[in-house]
C-alpha cells in the first residue's frame, strides 16, 4: 500500500519542464529596468537603492518565474542560486568602493614630496605638508614591536610543540587563545595604565609594547601551525642519530618551517602595522619629525589618517592627505600579504599532502 | 623536559665507535644546550601568562580606582561627567550602543558571509572562485582606520536614501524614524562594521564548507537532491558549528572595533531609540574619542569601562573556543 | 520498476583526459550485472555515467548515449536531478548523513520527493530496512545518529537509504571494498534479494564476489597508464570466469596481471 502511494507521488518522467539557459540573465535583465523605472518615477537619488531594489525584484522574479514552469523543488533551488548571487554582487560593491576610492583619491596628493616632508609648520586646513615623519613613526614602532614579538612568539611555539606537554602547555595554549580576542584598545589601555602608575609622558616605545602585546598570539600560532607540519620522522631521524634535542629543533626543525614562520610575521606585521588605538593613546601623534621612539610623541602613518581626518574640520586639502596616506599604508600592508604569501607559496615544505 | 633526555639517550648502536662516541659520551647526560634552550622557550610561555595576569591586574587596579571615586553607578548610569564634582559616569549607553552595533553588524555579515562562502565553494566558476578568494583574504588585511575614513566619507552620504526610505515605510516603528540629519548613527556603525567583518566571517566559512567531506555531498546528489538540497542536507549541518565559531570571532572585532565607529558615530551620552539618529556610543570609541581631554580620573573611567570591554570579549571569545572544541569531539567520535 | 539499460559510444573525460572510451552495453532488468578490470580502467566512472554524477566532478563531461528504457539520459531537456532519482547509488565507503538519525537517513530522499504523513513515512522507512536486512538491528534505535552504527551496518543504511525512494536502477560502486568479510556476506545475500526488483550494477575489484553475486559480467581494461578505459567482453558470468572470449580476460581472473 506504502508502495502505491509512493509511485503515485514520483514523476513519471526524467523530462521536467526547464526554464531556458539563458533566463537567470533575461530576468536579471528585467528586474535592473523595472528597478530603473521604479527609481526614475519615485526619483529616488541613491544608485544603492535601485541597486537593491533591482536585487529584491531579482530574487522575487526568478522564485514566481521558476514556481511557475518547474515546480516549488527547482523554485527554491534557483532563489538560493540567485541570493548567494545576490549577496556576493552586494559584498562586492562597498569593498570595491573602498579600493577604488583610497586609489583614486590618494594619488591626488601622493607623490615624492608628500612621502619624504613632515606636516612641520602646515596647518591643518592647509595644503602641502607630507606624512615623512608618520612613516618613520611606524616604521620604528612596528620594527620595535616584531623585535620584542616575533622572539617570544616563536619561542612559545617551540615550546607548545616540541616540548609542550602538561599543565603549563595547556594554560600557555587557552591564553594564547584569550590574547588572540583582545581588543587592540584594551592593549593599550593596558600600557596607559602602567604609565599612568609611572606618570611617563607617551612615546614611541610604548605604543611598540602595545602592538607587540597584539602581535604575540598571531605569531604564536602561525609558527605552531607551521612547526605542526613537519613530518616527525625528520625529528626522530635526527634524534635517532644521537642529536641533542635542541639542536634536532634549531637545525632541522626550524630549516623546514622557517618559510611559513617568516609568512606568519610577516602577516602579524601587516596587522599591527594598521592598529590606530594604541597608538592614539600611547604615543599622541606629532606633527614634526621625531625620530627618538623612546622619548616624546610620535606620528604613526594610521594615526595620521585619523588625525587629519578628525582635526580637518571639513578642509578638503586635509581629506585628501588622509586618502594619500591610507593609500600608502594599504599598499605597505598589501606588499607585506603579498610577499609573505609568495613566500609561503615558495617555501612550503612538501608534505605530499 | 626529561623526554628529551629519554629520547636522545636511547639512539641506535653506532655502526662505528670512536669519535663520535666519544664527542657523545663528553657531553654527558645534563646537556646544557637543552637546558637553555628548554628554558628560554618555556620562558617565553610563562612570559605571556604573566602578560595576561598583568592585563587583568592593572586594569583592574586602575578602573577600582576610578570606580571607587564614582558618585553614580557605574553600570547603569547615562552620563560621563569625569570632570565634575563628585564625577559621575556609567557605562550604561555604552554598553547598549556596542552591543547594539554588533548586533547589527552580526545579523547583516553572518548570512552574507554564508551566502559568499557558498558562493566560493558552491556555485562560481571555479576560474572565478580561486581568485575571489584570494581577493577576499587580502581584504580583511586592510586596516580598520581606512574601513573608517570611507564609513565617513563615502557611506554615511550614500545612506541618507536608505534612511529616508526606512523612515517613510518603517518609520512608524521608532526603531526606524529619521530626524533627517546626517546618518552618524548606529544603523550606519552596524553596516560599517558588517562590511569590515565580512571577510573574515567569509574565509573562515569557505575553509569549512571546503572541509565537508565529498561523500557526504554525493550521497545527497545520488538521491537526486538539486544544488541547494545538498547544502542543506550535507554542507550546513556539516559546516554549523564552523560557522558559529568564524561569527563569534566577528563578533569579537566588532564589539573591540574602535577607529571605525570613532570615524562614523557622532557620539552622544543617550540613547537613541531609533537607530538611525545620531548619537550614543560604544565602549572603544568612547575611550578613542573621550581620552584626549581626559585628566587622570578620566582615564581611570575609561581604563575601567575597557575592562569592562574586556570581559565582554572575553566571554564571546570563551564561547567560540567551546563551541569549536565541541566540534573536534563530535568529528572524532565520527571518524 | 526495473528497467533496462543500453548504452551506445559512450566516451568520459575529465578536463582534456579521455577516461573511459567508446563503451556499449546492455544490463537487463532484475539481473546483478558486475563491472571488473583493473585500477584505474575507469569502470568506477562508468558506474557514474549512468546516473549523471559523473559531471558533478570538475571538468566531468560525457558523450554518447546512455537509454533507460529508450530514454536517453544525456537527451536534451532530462533534468539531472531526476535522473538521480529513479538511478540509486551506493558508494565505496558507507556515507550515512553524519548529523541525521537513522530514521531521518532513510527518509532523506523521500523528504525531497514530496510531503508524507508520517504514517507513511514509518511504512517506508521500515520496508526499506528490511529491504536492506537492517530492521532487526536497528529498530529500537531509530533516533539515534546514524554514524554510531558499523560500518557493515552504515553499508546497509545506505543501501536502505537509496532503495527506499524506489529507484529503477541501484548502483554499487564497490559497496563492500570497507568492510570485513562478515558484512561483506550479508550485503552479498542483500543484493541476491534486491535483484528481484531492481536492476543492479556492481563494481566490484574481488572476482570471487563477482562471481558470486553476479548473473553477468563485464571486463574492462586499458591498453596502457594514461589511456582510456575500454570495456573488454561482456558476458554471462558463468562464461567469463570459465571460458571467456579473450586472452586479457582469462590472463586477469587468473591473475596474471592486474
Known sequence: MSHAVLTDKRPSTLRGARLPKWSPWAIAAGSIAVAVGIGLAAGLDSRVQWGLIAAIVFVLGTYVIAARVEGGRQAKDRVATSLVWVAFLLAVIPLVSLVWTTISRGMKVLDPYFLTHSMGLVADAEPGGGIYHAILGSLEQVGLATVIAAPIGVLTAIYLVEYGRGRLAKAVTFFVDVMTGIPSIVAGLFILSLMLIFEMQPFGFAGSLALAILMMPVVVRSTEEMLKLVPNELREASLALGVPKWRTILKVVLPTSIGGITTGIMLAIARIAGETAPVLLLVWGNSLINANPFEGAQASLPLYIYQQYANSAGAGAAYDRAWAASLTLIAFVMILNLVARGIARWKAPKTGR | ?335 | MAKRIDVSGLTAYYGSHKAIEDISMTVEPRSVTAFIGPSGCGKSTFLRTLNRMHEVTPGGRVEGKVLLDDEDLYGAGIDPVSVRREVGMVFQRPNPFPTMSIFDNVAAGLRLNGKYKKSELNDIVEKSLKGANLWNEVKDRLNKPGSGLSGGQQQRLCIARAIAVEPDVLLMDEPCSALDPISTLAIEDLIGELKERFTIVIVTHNMQQAARVSDRTAFFNLAAVGQPGRLIEIDDTERIFSNPSVQATEDYISGRFG
Open chain 2, 1 to 335: 623536559m626529561d623526554t628529551s633526555i629519554q629520547t636522545t639517550d636511547a639512539p641506535p648502536p653506532p655502526p662505528q665507535p670512536s669519535p663520535v662516541e666519544q664527542k657523545r659520551a663528553a657531553r654527558g647526560a645534563t646537556r646544557p644546550g637543552d637546558r637553555i634552550f628548554l628554558g628560554l622557550s618555556r620562558g617565553s610561555g610563562i612570559l605571556l601568562l604573566v602578560i595576561m595576569a598583568a592585563i587583568a591586574a592593572f586594569l583592574t587596579y586602575r578602573a577600582s580606582i576610578a570606580i571607587g571615586k564614582d558618585d553614580a553607578n557605574f553600570l547603569t548610569t547615562f552620563e560621563w561627567n569625569t570632570g565634575l564634582v563628585p564625577p559621575e559616569f556609567g557605562i550604561a549607553v555604552l554598553a547598549f550602543g556596542t552591543i547594539v552595533s554588533s548586533v547589527i553588524a552580526m545579523v547583516i555579515a553572518v548570512p552574507v558571509a554564508v551566502a559568499i562562502a557558498l558562493f566560493l565553494t558552491h556555485y562560481a566558476p571555479r576560474r572565478l572562485a580561486g581568485p575571489i578568494a584570494y581577493v577576499i583574504d587580502l581584504l580583511a588585511a586592510v586596516p580598520s582606520i581606512v574601513y573608517g575614513l570611507w564609513g565617513a566619507m563615502i557611506l554615511v552620504p550614500h545612506l541618507n536614501g536608505l534612511n529616508g526610505w526606512l523612515d517613510e515605510y518603517l518609520g512608524w516603528t521608532g526603531i526606524f524614524s529619521w530626524d533627517g540629519l546626517a546618518p552618524r548613527s548606529m544603523l550606519t556603525v552596524g553596516i560599517l562594521l558588517a562590511i569590515m567583518i565580512l571577510p573574515i566571517i567569509t574565509n573562515v566559512s569557505r575553509e569549512v564548507f571546503r572541509q565537508v567531506p565529498r561523500m557526504h555531498e554525493e550521497a545527497a546528489l545520488a538521491l537526486g537532491a538539486t544544488r541547494w538540497e545538498v547544502i542543506r542536507m550535507a554542507v550546513l549541518p556539516f559546516g554549523r558549528s564552523g560557522v558559529i565559531s568564524a561569527s563569534m570571532l566577528g563578533l569579537g572585532r566588532a564589539l573591540g572595533e574602535t577607529m571605525a565607529v570613532a570615524t562614523v558615530l557622532s557620539p552622544s551620552f543617550t540613547i537613541q531609540t531609533s537607530l538611525l539618529d545620531p548619537g550614543g556610543g560604544t565602549f572603544a570609541q568612547n575611550i578613542a574619542s573621550k581620552f584626549g581631554e581626559a585628566d587622570e580620573l578620566g582615564r581611570d573611567a575609561l581604563i575601567a569601562s575597557g575592562l569592562v570591554l574586556f570581559v565582554i570579549t572575553l566571554l564571546v571569545n570563551g564561547a567560540a573556543r567551546a563551541i569549536i572544541a565541541r566540534r573536534k569531539e563530535y568529528s572524532g567520535a565520527n571518524a
